[in-house]
């Protein structure tokens, strides 16, 4: 039985999942979830996630939604794969995952919903937020500008979950204007990224292909 993901291919989150599965040769069969027309918020899918999000991964009676949890499935699944090297590594790994929920991709998403979701919503942007958001992601921008000053990676000197957790803002930042260019070295990192892993280079585009077309058929320039 294949492991299925459902999820939007617009989502950041999805991309996730989808580019470590692929990094890591894990097979999963892919569910398109349509945020856009609600059906994350039928009652066959609240089964699943009664928040009503994506991704959610089903492996049998295994369901798990939040893309970092079902991505330390999946590398558990492909033998510790994207987990880092060694079990200090490990565990540096999990500390910058937890962190990217807690202190960067929570704000990145907000930012999102305020500048892009709204506009589907025909609701103006409220400012005051928006001025919150780039608060917060300048203030956690330069912790990890700072980290990876000498780095190619966040962990160690390779690719790990942590780098592909925290690479998930940059999904939308072309069309949400979140200010990363200020950063030198997180903007280094995440080109890096892109130039030697194609899966998260072949993501992106599938990511801006969906975005792009609903911006376009809802009639909206941003």
């Known amino acids: ?31 398109n979830i349509d945020l856009f027309k609600g059906e994350s918020h039928t009652p066959d899918f609240l089964k699943l996630n009664p928040h009503g999000l994506s991704p ?56 999102f919903d305020e500048r892009i979701g709204k506009r589907f919503m025909g609701q103006p942007e409220d400012e005051s937020i928006t001025a919150l958001t780039f608060a917060k992601i300048r203030a956690a921008a330069a912790v990890l500008d700072a980290h990876l000053a000498e780095r190619q990676f966040v962990v160690g000197d390779k690719l790990t979950l942590a780098d592909i957790d925290i690479a998930a803002p940059f999904s939308q930042n072309e069309r949400t204007k979140v200010p990363f260019d200020e950063y030198p070295n997180l903007v280094a990192w995440q080109q890096r990224l892109l130039a030697t892993v194609p899966a998260w280079a072949e ?20």
């Open 56 to 111: 959610v991964m089903v492996d049998g009676d295994v369901v798990l939604y939040e893309a970092s949890a079902i991505n330390l499935y999946l590398a558990d699944k492909a033998g510790g794969q994207l987990l880092g090297a060694t079990p200090r590594e490990r565990y540096e790994v999990l500390q910058w995952m937890f962190w990217s929920g807690e202190q960067w991709r929570v704000f990145a998403t907000l930012t």
């Open 203 to 222: 993501t992106k585009r599938e990511v801006d292909e969906r975005i792009d077309t609903a911006l376009q058929g809802a009639g909206i320039r941003l």
């Open 1 to 31: 039985m294949s492991i299925k993901i459902y999820g939007d291919p617009g989502s950041g989150s999805l991309r996730r999942v989808t580019s470590a599965a692929a990094i890591m040769n894990v097979p999963i069969e892919r569910v």
